[in-house]
């Protein structure tokens, strides 16, 4: 089996299939149609490596400049935590 969706119409269909898959892999890099990128972390064990790693920003204030000028990070801080459109 490829990578199933991880969003659209067949994840909102049913999103098992993608759950499942990403459960079985370690952080999986997400890309955002912005440009933007981000680790996607399903696992217990690894995201307690992660929120204990120094070098992982935990604060989309603390983001490169990149990130920072993306839609996700604004819709972040101003509270609106939906995807961009």
Not at 26 to 52: E, K, M, Q, S
């Amino acid at each position: 089996m490829g990578e199933p969706a991880l969003f659209g119409p067949d994840f909102d269909r049913d999103p098992s299939p993608a759950y499942a898959w990403l459960r079985e892999r370690p952080p999986h890099r997400l890309d955002f149609p912005t440009g933007t990128w981000a680790w996607l972390i399903t696992r217990y064990d690894d995201a307690v490596t992660a929120l204990n790693h120094p070098a992982l920003v935990k604060s989309p204030f603390a983001g490169n400049e990149e990130w920072q000028r993306s839609a996700w990070a604004c819709r972040w801080t101003t509270g609106r935590h939906s995807s961009p459109t």
